[in-house]
């Protein structure tokens, strides 16, 4: 699986949307985008994921650039329960098992 | 309720000892997993099973052992073989290889002293 690159924290103000980047420069053509979160001490919890279109569902928007390198999660208004480790992850569909590799993620602090 | 529960949450041990985890779900889920995780650090995978009675290793297996003799348990052993096995555990579960999403959890914090 692809290896992706995130920033290890970020601020946003409670209310405003959160775009938290992730690039992965060297994800092939039957890799698909995931998004998991993982608040303090809890299990990973999963948001989203896509392969080349944007998505959208209730928790977040995935926007994923078109030659596919990077995407972007959006949080449209962020709440201070978002605040979390976000983890980018990119796999293949194929395989014996839908195994998951996290880096370390990107702490989101929402505050006041 | 549907879902993944681990048992106990936080558990101690002595060095030297072994220790089981416990991770039943009622999901109805083919697969199942272990990660561990370390404070500041992402999730590595320990072992997988894909089907009852069989399973593989993940990236660090080495130090433990699992099982998977019903569809709904797959026990983690944390042998004394492992060198540094303080750590929060994670159990997860998806509904046939190559799905989409996995199911996570609430962890076991294990601290050995």
């Known amino acids: 699986d692809a290896k992706t690159t995130q920033p290890p924290s970020m601020d946003c103000a409670e209310g405003r949307a959160a775009n938290l980047p992730c690039n992965h420069s060297?994800?092939?053509?039957?890799?698909?985008v995931y998004w998991y979160r993982q608040i303090h001490s809890q299990g990973p919890q999963y948001i989203i994921h896509?392969?080349?279109n944007n998505e959208t569902n209730e928790m977040a928007s995935l926007i994923i650039t078109e030659d596919r390198k990077s995407s972007t999660l959006i949080l449209p208004h962020a709440t201070l329960r978002d605040t979390a480790v976000y983890y980018c992850?990119?796999?293949?569909?194929?395989?014996?098992?839908?195994?998951?590799?996290f880096g370390t993620g990107t702490r989101l602090q929402v505050t006041l | 309720d549907g879902g993944i529960t681990q048992s106990p949450k936080y558990l101690f041990r002595k060095e030297g000892q072994n220790v089981t985890l416990s991770c039943e779900q009622n999901?109805?889920?083919?697969?199942m997993y272990w990660y561990r995780q370390d404070p500041g650090q992402g999730l590595r995978l320990i072992y997988y099973?894909?089907?009852?009675?069989?399973?593989q290793k993940g990236d660090i297996a080495e130090g433990y052992s699992v099982s998977r003799e019903k569809k709904e348990s797959f026990p983690l052993t944390v042998t004394s073989a492992q060198k540094n096995p303080t750590a929060f555990y994670l159990c997860?579960?998806?509904?046939?290889?190559?799905?989409?999403?996995?199911?996570f959890g609430p962890g076991t914090r294990l601290t050995v002293l």
């Open positions: 997860a579960s998806s509904p046939q290889q190559g799905a989409n999403e996995q199911f």
């Open positions: 060297t994800i092939s053509g039957n890799e698909y």
């Open positions: 896509g392969l080349k």
């Open positions: 992850i990119v796999r293949s569909h194929t395989g014996t098992a839908s195994k998951l590799t």
């Open positions: 999901l109805n889920h083919d697969a």
């Open positions: 099973s894909q089907i009852v009675n069989d399973f």
